[in-house]
């Protein structure tokens, strides 16, 4: 397991833009069983669909990358599919993130590095992985009810309320 101690640190920079949210993200290559015990040590709870997405031989992180990341709501009841996420954030030149994206955005929030005020759910639209159910999930981290990771459906037709931001990564050079 990866402490924090051991973590090489970015700079926490954010910045918003017309509404988005941009900041970058280091990964550390921590693989999804040892994210379970790291985010619950910081006060977060993770479902137990969470779980088996974090345990699926589908969970791959990455290692030592990184990556822009961008944040936004979309406002338009009929954008709010994540079929309609994905022509909106495929329009503003965004690319899918990456499930461990999810871990370490909650790890941020629980450090207090990353605040997203009057948003009760960041889905993180990274491609889904199977759960232990055989359901297609995508991470989603929740701020209703304190931090809790959570999987939910990747299904295209899934509706999310105005309180939720879609996250995704900035293509970058050498991005496809």
Known sequence: MVLLADRPR?????????????????????????????????GCRVGVYAESVLLSEEFIPSQKTLEH???FQV??????????VDVVANGMGFSRPYAEHACLICEKIALGELVFPEVSHIVVM????????GGESILVISQSEGLYLEALSGKPDVWWEKATAFVY????????
């Open 10 to 42: 970015v700079n926490p920079a954010r910045r918003v833009d017309t509404g988005n949210v941009y900041f970058p993200l280091l990964s550390d290559g921590v693989c999804g069983q040892d994210w379970i015990p790291r985010l619950q040590h910081l």
């Open 69 to 71: 990341i961008v944040a």
């Open 75 to 84: 406002t338009k009841d009929a954008r709010r599919r994540l079929r309609g």
């Open 126 to 133: 990274h491609e889904p992985i199977r759960d232990h159910e």
């Open 169 to 176: 990564r900035r293509h970058t050079q050498g991005d496809g």
